[in-house]
């Protein structure tokens, strides 16, 4: 991962911060002693989320119409490529492959002067996206679940997830209007990407009479060419490169247009605006020590939704799971380890303990106290 760059201290990067505040426990469910382990928890959790496919938790006794029976409140979420029923339920799915079959990639790239491209959308989305959805019908589900006191189960589909983000839905279609346009909005007066002198990029957006007003007054040409998007698309991009991206963000803030640099990752993370905000924070964690995260996305007046500690190895938790939720000694879990039950991140690149760990000194690891 990124040239073997992407390990701290271990454990992979993405891995810590996607994981914060969560409890890692180490289950082999398939094991008599495991699945009875395991129902316990059930009956005490609020919500049960499986990524698997589609029937196999059901083999193991573990779906949601056997899981209702010794926990009717709870919210079950099964999270597949297509869902839980049709034609193409039993096929795997990854990213690409949801954007593909979604109908979202055939929105991106070009279709015109006989450029015929289109793209993957970089990160993935195809697993972002279905998982916000996700905690949007769960959220729902709680409320639900307030009101009339009955659990439910939630069938999320990875390919109809995505299908909801695109605006148009059939309107390419059916109009035969609107075709894959690029960096550029095709229904805006004025909006796309564009490269400055100094060989930056810049977004810029009219969106309102005014702002094209505005616009209009520094690009020649460009009352002229509205209504043609390839024309203004041109006109402003004449007008971008003759400036340096300092120049055409200072017009920006003079003509109130909005216009903003395209930024890397880098750019990001040092931008003084998201540390002021704390959309990027640094912490120090217990395990492995200073880092810095992604901060919560949103403001919450009176609730502490910050990043508590980032992502441990699977199993880390095992012993403090089983006697904070269950009751178990610390013995009994050394047992289920014995016997196979419980199990450990076993050396697995990616997911291990910062160097220099040792096991019987950590309090957390052995069950004695809590994280926080």
């Not at 990067?13 to 008599?32: C, Q, S, T, V």
């Amino acid at each position: 991962m990124w040239g073997g760059k992407g390990f701290y201290k271990g454990m992979r990067i993405d891995y810590l911060y996607l994981n914060a505040n969560k409890y890692f426990l180490g289950l082999d469910f398939r094991k008599e002693e495991g699945y009875r382990l395991l129902i316990e928890l059930v009956k005490k959790a609020d919500v049960f989320v499986e990524n698997m496919e589609p029937g196999t938790l059901d083999r193991y006794g573990l779906g949601y119409l056997q899981l209702r029976e010794v926990n009717p409140w709870l919210i079950y979420v099964s999270a597949s490529g297509y869902g839980q029923f049709g034609p193409l339920h039993r096929l795997p799915s990854y990213d690409i492959i949801g954007q593909a079959e979604s109908g979202i990639m055939d929105t991106t790239g070009w279709e015109e002067d006989e450029v015929d491209e289109l793209y993957r959308l970089p990160d993935y989305p195809g697993d972002w996206l279905p998982s916000t959805m996700a905690v949007s019908a769960v959220l729902a589900a709680l409320i639900y679940r307030e009101r009339t006191g009955r659990g439910q189960y939630i069938d999320l589909s990875q390919a109809a997830s995505l299908q909801r983000f695109m605006y148009h839905f059939v309107y390419m279609s059916a109009s035969g209007r609107l075709k894959r346009s690029g960096f550029f909005d095709p229904f805006a007066p004025v909006s796309g990407v564009f490269k400055t002198r100094d060989g930056k990029y810049v977004a810029i957006a009219a969106m309102t009479e005014g702002q094209v007003k505005a616009l209009a007054g520094e690009v020649a040409g460009l009352v002229e060419a509205l209504g043609d998007r390839w024309r203004v698309f041109r006109v402003v991009q004449e007008w971008a490169s003759g400036k340096m991206l300092e120049e055409v963000l200072e017009a920006g803030r003079r003509l109130k247009v909005p216009i903003q640099p395209v930024m890397t990752d880098i750019d990001v993370l040092r931008d003084p605006w998201r540390w002021e905000r704390g959309s990027v924070v640094r912490i120090n964690d217990r395990l492995y020590g200073e880092i810095v995260v992604p901060g919560p996305l949103f403001k919450m007046a009176g609730a502490d939704i910050g990043v508590r500690w980032v992502a441990r190895p699977v199993g880390y938790h095992n012993k403090l799971v089983l006697k904070k939720w269950l009751g178990y000694s610390p013995e009994e879990a050394d047992g289920l380890v014995q016997r196979d039950v419980l199990g450990y991140w076993d050396g697995q690149p990616g997911n291990m303990p910062p160097p220099g760990w040792k096991a019987e000194e950590d309090p957390v690891y052995q069950g004695e106290r809590d994280e926080v």
